[in-house]
């Protein structure tokens, strides 16, 4: 049997399955996700050393001292830390090959969901880190068709479908027909654009400083809420500019709205822009079938009803949204039915 690691290689987190390959039809029993991590690594800049990954190193991150940093190698769904991100990719198989699903003496294929604008030379450094980290074959697949596999969109049929997938990094929109990308776009806004946006805000309206992770609880906390007033309050903890002492304020969901408004336009106008550039019987089925939301940014609160009034088409949320990538690398590794997207999408090496 075929030893198989999908893996979510994304910005904000990294996620990890395994499964196995039957040697009758090809047919997975199970994929497990047995990994779930931040994509934050904790670094000695004394001596180089990495001391933490995921979780523990994301725990330090606004809290260390000056030699110590915790910083994501990745940046807008790219390796922007070669080294770093070897030796993150490296711990991240190392765990999954010392699970009882894994033997830790094979080298299996390995499926990456990478962004679908990024360049021969981003898939290099992916290709590469993976290759380091001990793995076989490696296979790199585009995030939006990963994810419309993983929330079970009829991929290889004659029928248009279409995948927002909001990331940490990036956004990835795509409409798939016959296990190929027809028309996509990818645009470098996505949640850590939001985050900042809040971030912004605050600095501007308030004199307050708050942390990337304050930034994200506020964000899902009251996020773009359209179906109410906004009259939800939030109290916020930083840094007041002006005196440099510790401030507290209340914010309302009409603010966050507001703080948040130029990166979610992006994000609609992205959509807008494909489906303009997507052929007339493709876009009857998606009016038809509507548009499917994925990633961690799909679980803000109601901004599928923002898309959908924008573009006057239906829009649902996957079941799983934050797994749709990693379940989709893994299906395709070990359902021969998916084949094909393999031939049309896979950027292959092997060792």
């Known amino acids: 049997m075929t030893q198989t690691i999908g893996i979510d290689l994304g910005t904000a987190n990294t996620l990890v399955c395994v499964g196995e390959q039957t040697s009758k039809n090809g047919v997975p029993y199970k994929l497990n996700i047995i990994l779930n991590e931040p994509s934050v690594v904790a670094v000695d800049y004394r001596s180089g050393d990495v001391l933490a990954v995921g979780s523990e190193a994301r725990k330090m991150i606004g809290r260390t001292p000056d030699y110590l940093r915790a910083i994501r190698p990745l940046k807008d769904g790219v390796i922007a830390d070669f080294d770093y991100a070897s030796q993150m990719i490296s711990e991240f198989i190392k765990r999954a090959t010392s699970s009882n699903l894994l033997s830790p003496l094979s080298k299996p294929k390995l499926a990456i969901g990478v962004p679908s604008g990024i360049t021969s030379v981003e898939k290099r450094a992916v290709r590469e880190a993976a290759e380091s980290a001990g793995a076989g074959q ?3 697949i585009d995030e939006p068709m990963a994810a419309g596999i993983g929330a079970c969109l009829p991929v290889s049929e004659p029928v248009g479908s279409m995948v927002v997938d909001i990331g940490g990094g990036t956004t990835e ?19 850590d654009e939001l985050n900042d946006a809040i971030i912004q805000y605050l600095k501007k309206v308030y004199n307050l400083a708050i942390g990337e992770r304050t930034a994200e609880e506020i964000k899902f906390a009251l996020g773009p809420d359209f179906g109410n007033n906004g009259d939800d309050k939030f109290e916020v903890r930083g840094l007041n500019l002006i005196n440099g002492l510790p401030r507290t304020v209340s914010i309302s969901q009409m ?8 990166p979610l336009t992006s994000i609609i106008e992205a959509v807008k822009r494909t489906l303009e550039r997507t052929p007339p019987e493709l876009a009857a089925d998606i009016f038809e079938r509507g548009i499917t939301l994925a990633g961690g940014g799909a679980m803000l609160d109601s901004l599928d009803v923002a898309i959908r009034n924008e573009v006057e088409v239906p829009v649902y ?3 799983n949204p934050l797994e749709c990538v990693v379940i989709g690398t893994g299906r395709v590794l070990v359902d021969k039915t998916l084949k094909r997207v393999l031939d049309h999408q896979a950027d292959t090496v092997a060792q």
């Open 255 to 262: 603010e966050v709205r507001e703080a948040m408004v130029e």
């Open 173 to 191: 929109i795509a409409v798939i027909s016959l296990s190929g990308i027809v028309v996509s776009e990818s645009i470098r806004v996505a949640g």
């Open 138 to 140: 490696v296979y790199l």
């Open 317 to 319: 949320i996957a079941e």
